[in-house]
Nanobody, 124 residues
């Protein structure tokens, strides 16, 4: 059974930075793409970023492009989301996700495994 455990969320002032981590277990981590989604109160869960199994291909939502960076360390079975220049509208619960099959996607229905989420609050 695939398990994903996020960490690194918290309260940060506008313009600040946070790095989220997601530790994966239950299958060969390096064979699969990984993604991050987020859900703000009263809104649908939305795509944030994704990267391929080797990390060579990345996709970002337009709202975070140039500010967020997704990366992975296959030796540690961990994927990261570095978030810089944070804005109040980035406030949300952030979820790590993994697809059941091979391939890299940006749609929510392409991801089948989810972490419990970590809260990110951007406020002064």
């Amino acid at each position: 059974q695939v398990q994903l455990v996020e960490s690194g969320g918290g309260l940060v002032q506008p313009g600040g930075s946070l790095r989220l981590s997601c530790a994966a277990s239950g299958r060969t981590f390096s064979n699969y793409a990984m993604g991050w989604f987020r859900q703000a109160p009263g809104k649908e869960r939305e795509f944030v970023a994704a990267l391929s199994w080797g990390g060579g291909t990345t996709y970002y939502a337009d709202s975070v492009k140039g500010r967020f960076t997704i990366s992975r360390d296959n030796a540690k079975n961990t994927v990261y989301l570095q978030m810089n220049s944070l804005k109040p509208e980035d406030t949300a619960v952030y979820y790590c996700s993994a697809p059941r099959d091979y391939g890299l996607g940006i749609r929510r229905d392409e991801y089948h495994y989810w972490g419990q989420g970590t809260q990110v609050t951007v406020s002064s």
